[in-house]
């Protein structure tokens, strides 16, 4: 009698060993297909990849995870959440070093600082703590610019107005420039910091500052012909370096870039000059690397212009070099800003974009924008307006300040005006919105009633909102002003300035 094969002592021992065989085998060709990242992406088992991510990673490393995990063995993805939960992790540091070598440095890029005789005391030692730290640029990548020689500790300041020409010199604007040796020698600084030797200086030094521009570019371009970038700030402003290199690395350098603030006057579109710009070395020989006479071509332009800014884009647009912003690009909108942070207006269209540079800055302020920019970890992104206003501006926000503000609003209702006052179209109640003019809590409801409002101000028949926020600053106890006025009160909505979306 036949028995069935499964009870047959001949084949059953062989099926064993056969089967085990292929399982063997199969193992093999498993582990082989994974290195040579022949499985798509699309092979992923997406489901699990899904769930065992989102717990501990956030959504930028997500976006990568699969294509790294192309490149890891398949048994990493078959389901075992342990080794792969850790994959990302231990391969975030080798993504981090493929974005560094193509990136600018501060060894790029030279940053050309200019003060003056007047105020180099008072603002200058602060960025010698800040701005020019080693920890942030090398300081062969900076030079110092004024209008009379100094030297603080390892800093020479440069006399830009040292070489100027005969011509100049006899200008009556530049002789306060002539008169500062006689104060020196006098023992009278040029500074009122109210320590005894202060002086004014000569009356009319600030208006040196003109002259200074075309020389301090010339310099730099002459004196440092390897830089990418020439950056140019001023004693009362703040740039944020990295920031900026990450901006500058969308635009080729050997092209002529010339970007910062817009600012315009007698039909000249030019950089501001407290706001800092960029001037890439292709703009510099297109014009001041052309041209060795530049310099004498717009002496008489010089004398007849007060902004040594505006001199400065007149001459590059002269060779060619415009401005970028006069293009219509998005590249350019935002970042370089010609107020400092807390004079700034925050919206939705700037919340997300980032800062370059700050202008009218504290002492106080430099040394906060210098923590927060050593605080920051720029590898997960630039530090936007939204990032600001939340260090430096939301801790000063009150829901209501008495003795606060009166800055422009978008919408103000006056007694006068108010019966006749078309209120915006998320407002339900018209009456609310006419009645804003009565008192605070008024103004305040008007303010609530409008959806996209986020700051209000109140002042005897008056009630000012906005859908964007300044900070502005207070009249603090004692001041004077008190004296002199009723109060001011101002309030904001800060939850609402929280919910505001990146805009595009
Ligand atoms: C002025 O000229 C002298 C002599 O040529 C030179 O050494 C110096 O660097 C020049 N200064 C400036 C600011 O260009
Ligand atoms: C605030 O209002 C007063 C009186 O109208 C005005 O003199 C002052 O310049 C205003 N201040 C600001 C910062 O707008
Ligand atoms: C967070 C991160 O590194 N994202 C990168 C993912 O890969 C794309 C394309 O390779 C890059 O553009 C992202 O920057």
């Known amino acids: 009698m036949r ?17 085990t065989f292929f399982i063997f085998v199969y193992h093999f060709e498993l582990d082989r297909q994974g290195p040579l990242g022949e499985i798509p992406a699309a092979a992923v088992p997406n489901t699990f990849v899904e769930s065992s991510r989102t717990e501990t990673l956030d959504a930028s490393v997500i976006t990568n995870y699969t294509d790294e995990a192309v490149d890891q063995p398949v048994h990493h993805i078959t389901p075992s959440p342990v080794p792969s939960t850790k994959t990302p992790i231990s391969s975030s540091p080798s993504s981090h070093s493929l974005h560094e070598p193509k990136g600018l440095t501060t060894d790029d890029v030279i940053l050309m ?12 030692p602060i960025h010698m703590a800040t701005s020019f730290s080693p920890n942030r640029i090398n300081s062969n990548n900076i030079l110092l610019y004024s209008d009379y020689p100094e030297t603080i500790g390892q800093w020479e300041i440069i006399d830009i107005l040292a070489n100027t020409s005969e011509k100049v010199r006899n200008s009556k604007t530049f002789q306060p420039y002539l008169q500062q040796e006689d104060y020196e020698s006098r023992q009278n600084y040029a500074e009122m910091s109210n320590m005894p030797g202060d002086a004014a200086g000569p009356p009319g030094g600030w208006k040196l500052d003109k002259y200074k521009f075309l020389p301090i570019i010339q310099h730099a371009g002459r004196n440092k012909p390897n830089a ?15 920031n900026l290199l990450r901006h500058l690395e969308n635009f080729e350098h050997k092209d002529p870039w010339y ?4 600012a315009w006057i007698h039909g000249d579109y030019f950089a501001h000059g407290g706001s800092g710009f960029a001037l890439s070395r292709g703009a510099w020989e297109k014009s001041f690397g052309k041209d060795p006479r530049i310099m004498e071509k717009f002496e008489e332009f010089t004398e007849e212009h007060g902004c040594g800014d505006h001199i400065l884009g007149h001459v590059l647009h002269e060779y060619g070099v415009q401005f970028g912003e006069t293009t219509d690009d998005d590249r350019f909108r935002y970042g370089f800003n010609p107020e400092s942070h807390w004079s700034t207006w925050y919206e939705p269209a700037n919340w997300c974009k980032p800062v370059y540079s700050w202008h009218h800055t504290h002492g106080k302020d430099v040394a906060r924008f210098y923590d927060l920019e050593q605080s920051w970890d720029f590898e997960k992104g630039p530090l936007r307006y939204r990032d600001i206003y ?30 006749s006052a078309e209120p915006p179209s998320t407002v339900k109640s018209t009456e609310t919105w006419r009645s804003a003019w009565k008192s605070v ?7 609530i009633s409008w959806a996209d409002c986020v700051q209000w101000s109140f002042y005897e028949d008056r009630c000012k909102m906005d859908s964007m926020v300044l900070l502005g600053n207070g009249i603090p106890e ?6 002199t006025s009723l109060p001011w009160v101002s309030g904001w909505l ?11």
Request: charged share 25%; net charge neutral; hydrophobic share 40%.
């Open 3 to 19: 028995q069935p094969f499964y009870k047959d002592n001949r084949i059953v021992p062989v099926g064993i060993m056969l089967l």
């Open 113 to 124: 600082f200019k003060t003056g005789a007047t105020v180099l005391w008072k603002r200058v």
């Open 228 to 242: 990418k970038w020439y950056i140019f700030m001023e004693d009362d402003s703040y740039i944020f370096l990295p």
């Open 259 to 262: 970007l910062g603030s817009l």
């Open 390 to 419: 939340e260090a430096l501006v939301a801790p000063y926000l009150h829901s209501r300040a008495e003795w606060w503000d009166n800055w422009s609003g978008k919408y103000e209702i006056k007694s006068s005006i108010a019966a």
């Open 441 to 447: 809590d008024a103004c305040e409801a008007a303010c």
């Open 478 to 483: 004692g001041d004077s002003r008190r004296q």
């Open 494 to 504: 800060p939850r609402r300035i929280e919910n505001w979306a990146c805009q595009e």
